[in-house]
T-cell receptor, first 111, second 112 residues
């Protein structure tokens, strides 16, 4: 059974800092991995999708890496801003079942 | 539509009543997922539809929960004889197979 873990559960940083969010998964036979953002009371917004054959994806200040063999992904946020405050979730797709989500990292960027 | 649409956005129901939650996925998306999220918790998988394959119902918490997807498009999640522990936000998502999943804004269900 695929299990996804995110560390840390919560993070508070001052504005401008670079930060790294971690995601690990137990079954390396994945199809892809996605990072999502969830604002309070809202649905999820997809940030980045990394296919299993890829090592990283970049979008603006966000960079996600994938090391499938070790079962790890990181989301790097450069020059954090208060508007980045949200919960960040990673999810893995094995191609056989629905997406399996981690429990998220709640990020607070202090102005 | 431009995105995944869920209705109603909010639903308050009395314990013991049945409720139906609707999801309109993005046209052409073969995969459709239902999750629920209790206050301050992560996403709990409920059911997964992929094309014409039999749905994966392994996440449904009890036989009071059921879902169908008609014509490969609209999906309805039904909860019978609602209980207070069913109170949560119910999220629907759709995607082309193996691609980015798009989520609706959710239905906030409160059972009183």
């Amino acid at each position: 059974k695929q299990e996804v873990t995110q560390i840390p559960a919560a993070l508070s940083v001052p504005e401008g800092e670079n930060l790294v969010l971690n995601c690990s998964f137990t079954d390396s036979a994945i199809y892809n991995l996605q990072w999502f953002r969830q604002d309070p009371g809202k649905g999820l917004t997809s940030l980045l999708l990394i296919q299993s054959s890829q090592r990283e994806q970049t979008s603006g200040r966000l960079n996600a890496s994938l090391d499938k063999s070790s079962g790890r992904s990181t989301l790097y946020i450069a020059a954090s801003q208060p508007g980045d405050s949200a919960t960040y979730l990673c999810a893995v797709d094995t191609g056989r079942r629905a997406l399996t989500f981690g429990s998220g990292t709640r990020l607070q960027v202090q102005p | 539509g431009a995105g995944v649409s869920q209705s109603p956005s909010n639903k308050v129901t009395e314990k013991g009543k049945d409720v139906e939650l609707r999801c309109d996925p993005i046209s052409g998306h073969t995969a459709l997922y239902w999750y629920r999220q209790s206050l301050g918790q992560g996403l709990e998988f409920l059911i997964y539809f992929q094309g014409n394959s039999a749905p994966d119902k392994s996440g449904l918490p009890s036989d009071r929960f059921s879902a169908e997807r008609t014509g490969g498009s609209v999906s309805t999640l039904t909860i019978q004889r609602t209980q207070q522990e069913d109170s949560a936000v119910y999220l629907c998502a759709s995607s082309p197979r193996g691609q980015i999943a798009f989520f609706g804004q959710g239905t906030r269900l409160t059972v009183v």
